[in-house]
């Protein structure tokens, strides 16, 4: 049975950096690609940011892409959002993801397991 499990979410101030964390377990993650996606109120899930399952790729939502960094710690088998220069539009829940594909993906469809999900607040 695969579990992900995030934490790191909170509030934080614009301007400010939080990291997300998602553990795995039931499954390897340098094995096949994550992903990361949030959720606002009354929006559709968005994608944030990919990583193959070599590690070597990653591919980023635009309005991310510069701010927000994807890494992974396959000794732990944990990957982390790096978040930093956060915005209020950046506030959602935030999702971890795993698929069965090994390359970049970024369809929530494709993706076959999913974390409870965290929260980030971007207020002053």
């Known amino acids: 049975q695969v579990q992900l499990v995030e934490s790191g979410g909170g509030l934080v101030q614009p301007g400010g950096s939080l990291r997300l964390s998602c553990t795995a377990s039931?499954?390897?993650?340098?094995?096949?690609?994550s992903g990361w996606f949030r959720q606002a109120p009354g929006k559709d899930r968005e994608f944030v940011a990919t990583?193959?399952?070599?590690?070597?790729?990653?591919y980023y939502a635009v309005s991310v892409k510069g701010r927000f960094t994807f890494s992974r710690d396959n000794a732990k088998n944990t990957v982390y959002l790096q978040m930093d220069s956060l915005k209020p539009e950046d506030t959602a829940v935030y999702y971890c993801?795993?698929?069965?594909?090994?390359?970049?993906?970024?369809?929530?469809?494709?993706?076959?397991?999913w974390g409870q999900g965290t929260q980030v607040t971007v207020s002053s």
């Open positions: 039931g499954r390897t993650v340098s094995s096949y690609a």
């Open positions: 990583i193959d399952w070599s590690g070597a790729n990653t």
């Open positions: 993801a795993a698929s069965d594909r090994r390359d970049i993906v970024t369809i929530p469809s494709l993706y076959n397991y």
